[in-house]
């Protein structure tokens, strides 16, 4: 059997089994060194061994004679060397017994502790009707009858240490959710194990070949995976970098919002998210915009705590959504309909393609701009407001989870045409206005905010107060207030400010306050890096003059970004990447793959790179999630030009996003490049989670890579097809492991 590298190189390496060849040469090598030890000892060779009484006489005569008792062992080590035939003979034992061990083939010297265990005889029966082993498909047994770990032991911290009730006692097998690095005890919340049923074991399966090959799991580099359910009253929706309880329990602050960022564990999990009780396939679009499934995401916290404001409203097996929100009194549509009649220049869907909606709520705003060709990323933490973007996702409205806190948001500069917030509840001019001063960050210059809160039309002394310091803040950063208004029918009102675009009002200011941010020292990408407090300088046009906007939708699309200008042959570069998705988009993907696209509408593409795969597929009802990994080329300034939207992410962690609120996954020639830093299983354990029951991973890679992938997909019960030698189309199932009591 041969150990993959990336398992042999981290994981812990132990003795081998008792049955192991070399353990009875082993013992019979000690039985004649044994011998040859006391055999010079009792000739007078060596000094006595003194254990028994008998020989305690022995040796108190002895050392009465010998006046050097302390150089006995010297004295003894030379005698040896006089007696040329028998220290010739040890010296040939030895060799002997390296020889052996080196050149023995019939069991692995290693075996690997950190995550497989050898699966009982019983258990392994019941899964061997193909004729395969374990042993014989070269891989590992990933969680079948394991000997039970705690990886929390490793902290060094028991449950009696922090004051609280030891339930270790009576519970012997910790879920995966704990096992990495998060204690629910330690962290002072709810144990998740009480409430679920003990799981012993998952069922196995033996991943089968592409293609009807005959390559064994050992030959692909992958293991024999055994699958087990996420545990705990929390799983169902568990997203690992927001569900840390330790390490946010660590955090020496939760000022600044803190524990609502990412917090990922090491390693990443492993384990299947269970599904909800009832879960149904989602209900298509353009429907599920008004309404979704109960089962799906049921979650009633917000129909109680927000039910006189038309949120979210609970009928029958749905969850349906009229429209409403805090601000959104008249409905959402006619507060779209105002922003418009209140300033013109807006021009939802030709002037305005991509907007932030922070602290989106249940992104009624976001769904009901998809009507006027306005693509909008709502935005907002996993908190309080129990499930809001799993309620967004699962509605088919473009979402992610995230919070404005100590760290800049994964979007890059002068990104998006307008941001929105309405009761977003977030202090912009808290902590020296650097909330405030990330949204001019991301904002386009020329760009719009568009701010709905009692500030901006209440009197109370709170609110002007807090109006008071963001006329301050807006004026030491330059944005100009375009309009102030009030709408009697609603009794709401609203500010809209616009950001310059030129550097000139910066130069012009009578205090440099906030300075300008070194651009010599400063990246665009904003992945885990603090927030600024400074001013990034406006973009300038390729012939120095001032920023231009982008060209109305839709010829915005395939217009070449005036960013490209400032890099050698990438305006070539990205016709070329225009060309090649379209006609494979229409070839290949849109009719031979097998992909029932009438079921599909949220769509991520891991490796976007310029956006070409989401341009080409723009006229189907869906929308795309473009992820630009940050170990590879920043092209998300591009795609945002364009008027898509994305993210910057790394996919060795998990992506902000909740369970189950995907239907499609795309990558291009991504898994070559992500396996020589992360483990395949676990980016793959990630996609399973992302990916919806009845949805799709589509991958472009190369056929060692596909082997591969396929083998762990279909250890999942995933259907998968490969085709053209390059193609893999991957079909998520129900299927979950067996719960055991």
């Known amino acids: 059997m041969v150990i993959p590298n990336h398992i042999r190189f981290s994981c812990p390496h132990i003795i081998p089994p008792h049955t192991h060849p070399l353990n009875y040469i082993s013992k019979n090598i000690t039985l004649i060194f044994l011998s040859f030890f006391l055999f010079l000892t009792w000739n007078n060779h060596l000094p006595p061994l003194c254990f028994s009484k008998s020989l305690r006489s022995h040796c108190k005569r002895r050392r009465k004679k010998n006046k050097k008792t302390r150089m006995a062992i010297t004295s003894s080590m030379k005698n040896l060397l006089k007696i040329p035939f028998l220290f010739s003979f040890f010296l040939i034992l030895l060799f002997v017994t390296f020889i052996l061990i080196n050149n023995s083939q019939k069991s692995p010297v290693f075996s690997t502790t950190d995550i497989s265990q050898h699966v009982s005889t019983t258990s392994h029966d019941d899964h061997i009707s193909n004729n395969k082993k374990n042993d014989e498909v070269g891989v590992e047994n990933l969680d079948g009858k394991m000997r039970q770990q705690n990886d929390l032991e490793s902290n060094n911290t028991k449950n009696d240490e922090v004051g609280v009730e030891n339930l270790d006692e009576k519970m012997p097998q910790k879920n995966d959710l704990e096992s990495n690095g998060t204690k629910n005890d330690e962290v002072g919340v709810e144990n998740l194990d009480e409430k679920m049923s003990h799981q012993d074991s998952a069922t196995p399966f033996v991943p089968v070949g592409v293609n009807s090959t005959t390559k064994s799991n050992d030959e692909l580099g992958v293991e024999n995976l055994y699958w087990k359910l996420c545990k705990g009253v929390v799983a169902v929706d568990y997203i690992p970098c927001l569900d840390n309880y330790e390490a946010i329990k660590a955090l020496k602050s939760r000022r ?144 992610t989870l995230s919070v404005i806190g100590t760290q800049k948001l994964a979007f890059p500069d002068n990104a998006y045409d307008m941001i929105h917030c309405a009761r977003c509840r977030v202090h912009w001019d808290g902590d020296g206005g650097k909330p405030l001063m990330e949204l001019n960050r991301m904002l386009r210059p020329g760009g719009f905010f568009v701010w709905s809160a009692t500030p901006v039309y209440r009197d109370d002394e709170r609110d002007k107060k807090v109006w008071k310091a963001m006329v301050a803040l807006t004026e030491a950063i330059c944005w100009k207030m375009v309009k102030k208004t009030f709408f009697d029918s609603a009794g709401i009102g609203l500010v809209i400010y616009q950001k310059p675009v030129s550097s000139s009002c910066y130069e012009n200011r009578r205090e440099n306050n906030p300075p300008l941010c070194d651009q010599n020292n400063r990246s665009n990408s904003s992945w885990y890096t603090s927030l600024d407090s400074c001013l990034v300088p406006l973009p300038t046009s390729s012939t120095g003059n001032t920023y231009e906007w982008p060209a109305p939708w839709p010829q915005r699309l395939n217009n070449k970004p005036e960013r490209l200008s400032q890099i050698t042959d990438a305006e070539d570069v990205f016709d070329e990447d225009t060309k090649h998705w379209a006609a494979l988009v229409s070839d290949v993907y849109l009719g031979g793959l097998g992909i029932n696209w009438s079921s599909v509408r949220n769509v991520m593409d891991m490796n976007a790179g310029y956006g070409g795969f989401a341009s080409a597929i723009i006229d189907r009802p869906l929308w795309v999630m473009n992820v630009v990994p940050i170990s590879g080329p920043d092209t998300l300034s591009i795609i945002f030009d364009r008027g898509l939207i994305g993210i910057y992410h790394d996919w060795c962690e998990s992506f902000n996003t909740y369970p189950r609120t995907y239907d499609l996954l795309h990558s291009s020639f991504l898994f070559g490049n992500l396996t020589q830093r992360y483990d395949m299983v676990e980016v793959v354990a990630e996609i399973e989670r992302i990916v919806r029951p009845g949805g799709y991973v589509l991958v472009q890679d190369t056929m060692p890579v596909l082997n591969k992938l396929s083998s762990i997909l279909q250890s999942l019960r995933w259907s998968v097809t490969v085709q053209q030698q390059q193609f893999l189309v991957g079909k998520k199932g129900f299927w979950r492991p067996d719960e055991k009591a």
């Open 256 to 399: 600044h919002m803190e524990h609502r960022e990412r917090h990922c564990p090491k390693p990443s999990p492993r384990c299947l998210i269970p599904l909800p009780d009832g879960y149904k396939v989602p209900v298509p679009w353009p429907k599920s915009r008004d309404m979704i499934w109960y089962n799906n995401v049921p979650h009633p916290k917000l129909v109680e705590y927000k039910k006189d404001q038309n949120w979210v409203v609970k009928s029958g097996d749905y969850l349906v959504f009229p429209g409403g929100g805090t601000q959104f009194k008249d409905g959402v549509t006619n507060y779209i309909e105002s922003i418009q009649k209140t300033f013109p220049e807006i021009e939802w869907g030709k002037n305005i393609r991509v907007i932030l909606d922070v602290g989106c709520g249940v992104a009624s705003f976001g769904g009901y701009l998809l009507d006027k060709n306005v693509t909008t990323m709502s935005l907002a933490p996993k908190d309080e407001h129990e499930a809001q973007i799993q309620f967004a996702l699962e509605r088919g409205i473009p979402a």
